[in-house]
C-alpha cells in the first residue's frame, strides 16, 4: 500500500523541502500506527522519509523510527531496530521544537509514559552493549529531555513511580537503574484511589526491595497511626530506623537482586506485599 501518492512522488525531488519532509514523516508516522511488516518499513524509512535539520533534509535515524514504534507498541519493529542498530536506535534524537541537540534517555521515558513492558524489556538489554558500566548507569539514571517536554527533569524510575507502573519499574531497577523516588511512592499511595493502590502499592514494595542501604524516613512518625495501617507496623519501624528490615524482606532483596523474573513468579504468599 503506497504512503505517498504519485504526483507526491514527482514533487520530491533529490533535496526535498521542509514540507514535503514533514509529509514523508507523517506517513511513515502512519504506517508504523498500521503496524506494517518491519522490510516495508525499513525501505520507507532509507529511502522515502527525511526529517528537516538546519535548513536541509536528511535520512530519517533509526532512534526516530524507534519512537514511533513505542508510541504504537510495534514490538517487531522495536526487536529490529535495537538488534540492527543497536546502542544507535536509543541515542536522543533532535528536539523538534527547539532544533537542540537532545540529551538523556528519551526513549526509556516513553516507554514508561506509554507502558510498553517488551520494548523496555529489549531496550534494556540493548545497554549491555555500552561500552562501559557506567556510560549504562547514566543513560539508565538520565532525565527524558529538552525543559518544555512533558517529562523533563524525571528519570525513568521517578516517572514509573508517579504513573504507577510496576512492570516498567522493576525492569529498570533489575538492570540497575537508582531506586529513586521513594517518598514520592509514598505519596502516591497516600493519594491513590482505590483502584489504582495496588499497582502504587507494588512500586513501593519494588523500590523498598532495591534500597542500597536502610532508609531514615523520621517524619514518618508524625502520623503513625495513618503510615502503621498502610504499611504494617514492622515496615514502618523499618522506615522509620527503629527496627531492621523484615525477615521476609531481607530475603526478597537478595532474590531481587538475581533477576525481575524470581519476583513476578513467586506465590501470591510470597509477593513483596506479603510482609507487611
Not at 513492558?117 to 527524558?144: F, H, P, T
Not at 532483596?253 to 525481575?260: E, I, K, N, T, V
Request: aromatic residues 8%.
Amino acid at each position: 500500500m503506497p504512503w505517498l501518492l504519485s504526483s507526491q512522488l514527482e514533487h520530491l525531488s533529490s533535496s526535498p523541502t521542509e514540507r514535503q519532509c514533514e509529509r514523508t514523516s507523517f506517513s511513515f508516522y502512519c504506517a508504523v500506527r498500521e503496524q506494517l511488516p518491519v522490510w516495508l518499513l525499513e525501505d520507507m524509512r532509507s529511502m522515502e522519509v527525511f526529517s528537516w535539520e538546519d535548513g536541509q533534509p536528511r535520512p530519517f535515524l533509526p532512534s526516530e523510527a524507534l519512537l514511533y514504534a513505542l508510541v504504537h507498541d510495534h514490538q517487531d519493529y522495536a526487536r529490529y531496530l535495537l538488534t540492527t542498530y543497536s546502542l544507535s536506535a536509543l541515542k536522543p534524537p533532535r528536539c523538534s521544537f527547539c532544533c537542540c541537540r537532545s540529551s538523556g534517555a528519551p526513549h526509556l521515558t516513553m516507554a514508561v509514559r506509554y507502558d510498553r513492558v517488551s520494548i523496555l524489556s529489549m531496550m534494556v538489554e540493548a545497554l549491555k552493549d555500552c561500552d562501559s558500566k557506567s556510560m549504562r548507569q547514566n543513560y539508565l539514571d538520565s532525565c527524558g529531555g529538552c525543559s518544555h517536554v512533558a517529562d523533563s527533569g524525571k528519570t525513568a524510575v521517578q516517572l514509573a513511580v508517579e504513573l504507577s507502573r510496576p512492570e516498567c519499574l522493576l525492569l529498570l531497577l533489575a538492570h540497575g537503574a537508582l531506586p529513586d523516588g521513594l517518598d514520592a511512592a509514598l505519596q502516591r499511595l497516600v493519594t491513590s484511589e482505590a483502584t489504582d493502590r495496588r499497582h502504587a502499592q507494588r512500586c513501593l514494595d519494588f523500590l523498598l526491595l532495591f534500597l542500597p542501604g536502610p532508609p531514615s524516613l523520621c517524619h514518618l512518625r508524625d502520623e503513625p497511626h495513618r503510615w502503621q495501617g498502610l504499611l504494617g507496623n514492622e515496615v514502618f519501624s523499618w522506615l522509620c530506623g527503629l527496627a531492621p528490615p523484615p525477615l521476609l524482606l531481607q530475603a526478597l532483596r537478595c532474590l531481587a537482586r538475581s533477576g525481575p523474573d524470581h519476583i513476578t513468579t513467586l506465590p501470591d504468599f510470597l509477593q513483596p506485599h506479603s510482609w507487611q
